[in-house]
């Protein structure tokens, strides 16, 4: 396994992480498989685990403190995040300062750790000033309750520029990561986010980096969906918008590519994104331990420049530009 700063901050986490949020704690045998691919993971030298607080109502945390309980916590990082409701009442949600400070003592229990390596803004508040969340969390970290802060992909090119703008005003803890959603399919944050953090620093820790299991190349054009696959039973159907026949198309032209390279679609799907040097990490999510080897396998793999130059002709992105005249 491969090691990268966060951004410009000394923090050093695994290229490939393992995520919580598909995590099923449904039953005790799920239970025990999600405590193997964790106990897995960590063998495999993956040091970056991430949660949220809104992930199974707060029993993700719990799950994933009782397992990282066994090894040292100077060996692992662990993220948490703050913004969903945790209660009926009108500051149980949000970034305001009441509620930052009551949710991060209550990750802490949940974790049933001393502090928490990387906490993220679940998404923007427009309710709450900038600068008391930005004061609040910079306070956390003087505390030692958090190490470094980061945002969700809501926050936009122009909101991180504002919160750079209140940081050095204020001389606040700086902003350390954000946690967009990218992909082969999804190339967003190459628009504007990007470049917003290469300028100041800020690391990158994608979620989704397999768009929702469209890139495992297991959903072909004219078939049904595999049984089992996210597209027959999520409930938001978010898979199910990807499908569509361009996509299926891209994702058979890449498998292509795959296969000449001796690997798979999900292999060359994350190794691809790890190609881009302001990505810290690569979150991703595994149900059973194959899943997680052949995510590993992504950070093994030095994708050589013909390789990258076929794969950008397939995707066919164009970077946002507006010309006059």
């Not at 050095?168 to 803890?173: A, M, R, T």
């Not at 696959?229 to 159907?237: P, W």
């Not at 979150?283 to 899943?291: F, P, W």
Request: glycine share 8%; aromatic share 8%; charged share 25%.
């Amino acid at each position: 396994m491969k090691y990268r700063n966060v951004g410009k901050s000394g923090l050093k986490v695994s290229e490939i992480a393992v995520g919580s949020w598909m995590t099923a704690l449904n039953g005790s045998k799920e239970q025990e498989t999600a405590k193997e691919v964790i106990k897995l993971a960590f063998d495999k030298g993956i040091n970056f685990f991430d949660c949220a607080d809104a992930y199974s109502g707060g029993e993700a945390e719990k799950f994933l403190g009782s397992v990282l309980k066994d090894y040292p916590r100077s060996s692992y990082v662990v993220s948490s995040k703050v913004f969903f409701p945790t209660g009926k009442g009108a500051n149980d949600w949000g970034l305001s300062r009441k509620h930052i400070i009551e949710n991060v003592d209550r990750s802490l229990k949940n974790l049933g750790m001393d502090y928490i390596d990387l906490y993220y803004c679940h998404r923007f508040d427009p309710t709450t000033p900038m600068e008391e969340t930005l004061r609040t969390l910079s306070d956390l970290v003087f505390q030692g309750k958090i190490l470094y802060y980061g945002v969700s992909e809501e926050w936009g090119a122009a909101r991180l520029e504002k919160a750079e703008a209140i940081i050095e005003k204020y001389n606040l803890s700086p902003l350390t990561v954000i946690q967009p959603q990218y992909n082969m399919i999804d190339r967003y944050i190459e628009h504007e986010i990007m470049d917003v953090c290469k300028e100041h620093g800020i690391g990158i820790t994608p979620f989704s980096p397999l768009a929702q299991g469209l890139l495992t190349g297991k959903y072909k054009k004219g078939e049904a969906y595999p049984e089992g696959s996210r597209a027959t039973h999520q409930a938001d159907k978010q898979i199910n918008k990807l499908l569509t026949d361009e996509n299926l198309d891209k994702v058979e032209k890449l498998g292509k590519i795959a296969g000449d390279l001796g690997t798979n679609m999900s292999v060359l799907a994350l190794a691809w994104i790890l190609t881009k040097p302001c990505i810290s990490s690569v979150i991703t999510g595994a149900s059973k331990a194959s899943q997680l080897e052949n995510n590993i396998a992504a950070s093994e793999l030095s994708l050589p420049q013909d390789a990258i130059a076929e794969i950008e002709k397939i995707l066919d992105f164009r970077r946002f530009e507006r010309h006059v005249g």
